[in-house]
């Protein structure tokens, strides 16, 4: 069920119905969350319930059990880790690997079609699963390491799991953040409701407008076989899509805390303006929070983080941002996306250039942060090219500079760059701290609604959905 769909309006309407009635109590609060998350997950495909609810039922045993057989914790902690990572590989990874297999054994004279004796249903992407295996692992390995102690109502555990809110795209929210707080009456006043409302205006002006107005643009880009189209178009095609991901995916999250939020639950900030950074570290930083902090957490400090040599901590790194790469999406793309943010981070943390760039007067800062989008706009075009092949050519013709000016733009989409830039401007340069709008902050948003009607893009699904 997508956010921006007619259909989600009218369950929004039923479930808010039936949850400012039911949410004083525990069990009819957890039973309630539980049924109408399980009902929304359930309209892409009713047979996947039984994938989340596999998952969830196995962390849910698996914190009972470490709680009770603490002597035991690790073999339990382990059954969970590899029954999520098992689940995920099977459907998100199995195609990939038997594909890249079957290319290893044919470059040495073997050929073999493994891809075709995959089941079927291997073959179909359940959403959200890499979200919610992430999640759910994440109440695991909190048991284990005595953050939270374990819930033994599983109606409580589930109503965390499986939170439709952010259920299918983030923010990743740990037990440690929610599971206490599901535990207690949710309390909603009119400035908590006023604050959510905000929250969903703006999400979906960000995805319906702005995100959903420069895809068609981007899609026909990289859907065409034809790539000498000049330098100057695939910049622009390369901005184009950094503003797509970026404004689809944070209006997402923005919708999911807002809607939390009129449930009485606050959830993490997912993005802080991560285009505004002046060095990659901060941008990771800033950039799909709930994640990289999963990593970090989970991944790279248990590694041995930042506190070892300078060669292990580089390791680490890599590790990290490759797993993550791989977490994104089954493809070579995603991988080579990830090794060079894994590089420029290393040469980053080698050199210290952000810092250094950023003590030259008056222009530091700014010089810095035009480096580091341009190293992600790189970046970008292997995360979103179709094959290996497609990004390395378009590479190419950006770095040609032939073609002179290819005016590509429309009015439109010259009108949603400068709006995007705006909004992005607006808090680079702090003009958010100076500017009060009081009274008419009711019209702003009225207005913001409006504009969300009118200028509409076609619609879509979020591109995360797909991880």
Known sequence: ?????????????????????????????????????????GWWDWRFLFLIIFSGFVDYLTGLLIKQKPHHAKYFLTISLVTNILCLSIFKYSRFFASSFEQALASIGFQVDLVAALPTFTLI??????????????????????????????????????????????PIVRASEIL???????????????????????GYFRKVVIADGVA?????????????????????????????IYFDFSGYSRIARGIATWMGYDLPVNFNYPYTSSSLSEFWSRWHISLSTWFRDYLYIPLGGSRASSLRTSFNLWVTMLV????????????????????????????????????????????????????????????????????????????????????????????????AAVWEGFHYFKLSQRVRIGKLEILFYALIVLATIIFRGPGGEFIYFQF
Request: contains cysteine; proline residues 3%.
């Open 1 to 41: 069920m997508l956010f921006n769909s007619g259909t989600f309006f009218l369950f929004l309407l039923v479930f808010f119905c039936f949850w400012n009635i039911l949410k004083h109590k525990p069990t009819s609060r957890w039973l309630t969350l539980t049924i109408f998350s399980g009902f929304f997950y």
């Open 180 to 202: 206490e707080r599901l535990a207690q009456t949710p309390v909603t006043t009119e400035e908590s409701c006023w604050r959510g409302t905000k929250l969903v205006i703006a």
């Open 216 to 244: 068609p643009f981007v899609n026909k880009a990289f859907s065409s076989t034809i790539i000498d189209q000049g330098a100057s178009f695939w910049w622009l095609v390369a901005i184009a899509f950094s503003i797509q």
């Open 125 to 170: 992407l359940p959403v959200g699963i890499s979200f919610y295996t992430f999640q759910s692992m994440s109440y695991s390995i909190d048991v284990y390491r005595g953050k939270i102690e374990p819930t033994r109502n599983i109606l409580h555990f589930f109503s965390f799991l499986m939170m439709f809110p952010q259920l299918v795209a983030g």
């Open 324 to 419: 993550s790469g791989l977490w994104h999406g089954a493809a070579w793309t995603f991988i080579v996306w990830a090794a060079i943010h894994s590089l420029l981070l290393s040469l980053e943390k080698l050199t210290n250039w952000p810092s250094l760039v950023g003590k030259v007067p008056l222009i530091g800062r700014l010089v810095a942060t035009g480096i580091t989008l341009f190293q992600v706009l790189i970046a970008w075009i292997f995360f979103r090219a179709n094959s290996f092949d497609q990004a390395i050519k378009i590479l190419e013709e950006m770095f040609s500079f032939q073609g002179g000016i290819n005016f590509v733009f429309t009015s439109h989409l010259q009108l949603l760059f400068v709006i």
